[in-house]
């Protein structure tokens, strides 16, 4: 009888004839496999960092997720879209879990927005929280659901719109959560996400959740997590966004909004509501109003250095929603016969008048400080400009072993880059290869008789371009952008001159677009930066991906602006050492949506010529894979014709 698969190493899983070839039943042996296989089970044993590019087939979750079982360590493994998550929860682990000699004993957690709260369930069969025919009918598919559901994820729920205002009203989030106090303390769905994942050795977040709770951890109220020996990034490019969301501070006009709102529709639920509390919350939300209608900025992100000037013109208003936001709390703490249920928006109003004097008077020059425009709202952000520090701190000099993985680390093959971003100073290195014929099953074109993508002439020509291509190609396109103001411009000249199905993202949600492109022979998708990444389709339904112009950040996003400054500052040379090699991982993420397996085969277009004209033009073919290279439509044409 063979020994117990948690005995053995990673070789006598992935090798020639180990475990895996005798379980799976589309079997392939994989070098690159192997190799990153050995290398997270050895850092994982050496207590070791480690940063590995495995191109795309390799096969990588299972490279990490084997090794990381074997350790016998409790490990979280973060991705970068809960699509991945639940890939690896729903699907890789049942099949570990299958064929190994013991359980796995895993665990899956998401935000609490993503659970509904039973409590809130209860009180709506009693309480006026609804309204509308729509509220009420999707309330009784929520209630129905929760009687027999064991984890309280919404993801369970098919029938329910990704957009149900009745789901807002019912879910976990800590924002109304009177923790321990709550009579479903003890049946709560996060009470019961905390135990299995306190009872697991394998714990499957996603990057948000993983750096929400880094950003609290040493705060026992707020730490989701339990304590862990180390951590595996799949999909690690996104942590230094990711880790910027979190490590930095957010006010919105929203935030006022919905503390009113919450604190009326508790006090009206529980009866605990008075004139004078009414008064206050009308109050609120005027002076807020008015506070945020002084921030004239344009709509979109715009950068804010004038806290000291704002302020002398405008004390009087700032210091009057700081007053009205007290005046919440007291009211709420005073007032007899108001119930536990008051505590969470205390703390709430606090939390938002901290963040708002944060951001007004701080100073603190290790941010930057901007302002972002959506749709009715005002949001006041700051951003750390380097969150390198933060993560040595916190995450490298903490944990015993972090693995970092995706198809898209490398720049020019070295690890410089994302090492310098992320305050990575010692860790173990390696590139495993992709195992697809790049040379025959792709063909990379860079037009040469487009203008600069920087001359107004750009677009029309770019249109005229991507109509031959599409005709060559048959459709069967993603048409990708960096702005979405080229994308309309383009898309509105492209759209009329082919005879093939066009779909623009905006016009319905993600994924709904996603399964039409699929569904649709010879479709053309029109997309920005969303669709550059986590977007899978095999097969012939996508044969070409057309990329406008080299992916640079827009150097005047006040984000990028900042960590630019920062560079030249300390004496670097920001445009090679930050804009190229962010763009060139860019670029291998666009790239990247092509060839998803070995029989794909397609057509890869830049028209942006400056790649093939200038130095740096040379670290971005070398970051890419080998794939075959033209300059002249014919090899196109010849290429489809095959």
Not at 218 to 234: L, N, S
Not at 247 to 274: C, E, H, I, N, P
Not at 533 to 558: H, N, R, T, W, Y
């Amino acid at each position: 009888m063979p020994p117990p698969a948690k005995t053995l190493s990673a070789r006598q899983f992935f090798g020639k004839k180990g475990l895996l070839s005798q379980w799976h039943p589309k079997y392939e042996f994989r070098e690159g496999q192997l190799q990153m296989s050995e290398a997270v089970e050895s850092a994982l044993a050496d207590r070791k960092h480690l940063i590995v590019e495995a191109g795309t087939g390799t096969g990588k979750t299972l490279a990490y997720l084997v090794p990381a079982i074997l350790s016998g360590k409790r490990v979280v493994v973060s991705t970068g879209t809960k699509n991945l998550q639940e890939q690896l929860f729903f699907k890789d682990i049942p099949f570990l879990d299958q064929h190994m000699g013991s359980p796995v004993r895993a665990a899956y957690m998401k935000g609490r927005n993503n659970y509904a709260c039973r409590q809130k369930i209860y009180d709506a069969d009693k309480e006026p929280v609804l309204e509308g025919l729509e509220e009420v009918a999707n309330f009784q598919i929520i209630r129905e659901w929760e009687k027999t559901t064991e984890t309280g994820d919404r993801a369970e729920i098919r029938s329910l719109p990704e957009s149900s205002a009745a789901w807002a009203k019912l879910d976990a989030r800590s924002e109304l959560c009177t923790g321990q106090k709550c009579p479903q303390f003890e049946r709560c769905f996060i009470t019961l996400m905390h135990q299995k994942a306190q009872e697991s050795d394998i714990i499957i977040v996603n990057h948000h959740l993983f750096f929400a709770d880094l950003a609290v951890k040493g705060d026992e109220k707020g730490a989701i997590i339990p304590d862990y020996a180390a951590v595996i990034f799949d999909e690690a490019h996104d942590v230094e966004d990711v880790a910027g969301q979190y490590f930095g501070f957010s006010v919105s006009s929203y935030q006022f909004d919905d503390l009113a709102r919450d604190v009326m529709a508790l006090a009206r639920r529980k009866d605990f509501g008075t004139q004078e509390l009414d008064r206050i919350l009308i109050t609120l939300s005027d002076r807020a109003h008015y506070f945020f209608g002084l921030f004239g900025a344009p709509d979109g992100r715009s950068g804010f250095t004038s806290q000291a000037a704002f302020l002398e013109e405008n004390h009087e208003a700032y210091q009057d929603v700081l007053h009205a936001l007290e005046l919440v709390s007291l009211q709420l703490e005073l007032q007899p016969g108001t119930p536990e249920e008051t505590i969470p928006l205390v703390s709430r109003a606090r939390e938002i008048s901290r963040r708002l004097e944060f951001w007004m008077q701080s100073g603190d020059k290790s941010y930057v400080y901007w302002i972002e425009k959506r749709a009715r709202g005002t949001f006041l952000q700051a951003t750390p400009i380097d969150v390198a520090q933060l993560l040595d701190e916190r995450l490298f000099d903490r944990v015993d072993s972090v693995i970092l993985t995706s198809a898209t680390l490398a720049v020019a093959e070295e690890f410089e880059y994302t090492k310098e971003r992320l305050g990575l100073r010692s860790a173990r290195t390696l590139i495993v290869p992709s195992h697809f014929d790049y040379q025959h099953q792709a063909l990379l074109y860079v037009p040469q008789n487009l203008p600069d993508p920087r001359n107004q002439a750009f677009a029309g020509s770019a249109a005229r371009e991507i109509i031959e291509l599409l005709l060559l190609s048959r459709g069967r396109a993603f048409v990708l952008f960096t702005s979405y103001q080229q994308m309309r411009l383009v898309y509105d000249r492209v759209s009329l001159e082919v005879p093939y199905q066009t779909l623009l993202q905006g016009t319905g949600p993600r994924s709904a677009l996603l399964d039409e492109f699929r569904s649709t022979p010879n479709a053309v998708l029109f997309a920005t930066s969303s669709f550059w990444q986590g977007v899978d389709v095999p097969g012939e339904q996508l044969s070409c991906v057309i990329i406008d112009k080299l992916p640079f950040a827009v150097p005047s996003d006040p984000v990028v602006e900042a960590r630019i400054a920062a560079i030249r500052d300390s004496g670097g040379d920001a445009f090679n050492s930050f804009q190229v090699p962010q763009a060139a991982i860019a670029l291998k993420q666009g790239f990247g949506r092509l060839i998803r397996s070995r029989t794909d085969r397609g057509l890869l277009a830049l028209l942006d010529n400056r790649i093939t004209k200038t130095r740096y033009g040379q670290i971005f073919f070398d970051s890419l894979p080998d794939y075959r290279f033209t300059t002249r439509r014919e090899e196109v044409e010849k290429f489809f014709d095959v």
